[in-house]
Nanobody, 126 residues
């Protein structure tokens, strides 16, 4: 199993940047595909980004392409979400998640990730 703790959320003006971090416990971090999801106020949780075990593959939802970058540092057991050019519609609780496999058909499905962090709030003002 793996335990996940997010950090880096906060309040930022539109056009600003934030970097979220997700620290994982244990010595098997490299065995996990990592994902970021978000839940806007009053809405369902949605996929944001995923990254493969070694970082060679990444997937991002269309709405954040060109603005967000997912990366990982396996030596530090940490995955990052760099968010630039933030918009008010990016306001949400952001969650880090982990799974063992990387499937083309369901990498963006929250129910396929068994491990979750507690979430960190990101608020973007206009």
């Amino acid at each position: 199993q793996v335990q996940l703790v997010e950090s880096g959320g906060g309040l930022v003006q539109a056009g600003g940047s934030l970097r979220l971090s997700c620290a994982a416990s244990g010595r098997t971090f490299t065995k996990y595909v990592m994902g970021w999801f978000r839940q806007p106020p009053g809405k369902e949780r949605e996929f944001v980004a995923a990254i493969s075990w070694g970082g060679g593959r990444t997937d991002l939802v269309d709405s954040v392409k060109g603005r967000f970058t997912i990366s990982r540092d396996n030596a530090k057991n940490t995955v990052y979400l760099q968010m630039n050019s933030l918009k008010p519609e990016d306001t949400a609780v952001y969650y880090c998640a982990a799974r063992r496999d990387y499937s083309d058909s369901d990498y963006d499905e929250a129910q396929r990730y068994p491990y979750w962090g507690q979430g960190t709030q990101v608020s973007v003002s206009s």
